[in-house]
């Protein structure tokens, strides 16, 4: 079994920040990609960032400057780093990871999400 927590989020006013946590366990061979998806009311699913095993990143242009993610491969736990944050941002955050299980099947892994509000 794999699983994905997070754990981070919360209520922060606008300009504020946040650090966000995903941290993998279970029976895992292997982590490819992580990335964090976000889902505000009455919206789609989208993506927010998303960082490789080999460290290289990629961002949605909406939080592009404002949000950081990163990786300790060590202890299979991505973060995110959310800085000058706008209500826009308000949503849930979902982890989510690329990964080999220690039977070596390949699946796509999420978490239950985490809320993050941003007050005007």
């Known amino acids: 079994q794999v699983q994905l927590a997070e754990s981070g989020g919360g209520l922060v006013q606008a300009g504020g920040s946040l650090r966000l946590s995903c941290a993998a366990s279970?029976?895992?061979?292997?982590?490819?990609?992580m990335g964090w998806y976000r889902q505000a009311p009455g919206k789609q699913r989208e993506l927010v960032a998303l960082v490789t095993s080999g460290g290289r990143t990629n961002y949605a242009s909406s939080v592009r400057g404002r949000f950081t993610i990163s990786r300790d491969n060590a202890k299979n736990t991505a973060y995110l780093q959310m800085n000058s944050l706008k209500p826009e941002d308000t949503a849930i955050y979902y982890c989510?990871?690329?990964?080999?299980?220690?039977?070596?099947?390949?699946?796509?892994?999420w978490g239950k999400g985490t809320l993050v509000t941003v007050s005007s």
């Open positions: 989510n990871a690329d990964l080999v299980s220690s039977s070596l099947q390949r699946g796509d892994y």
């Open positions: 279970g029976s895992i061979f292997s982590i490819n990609g």
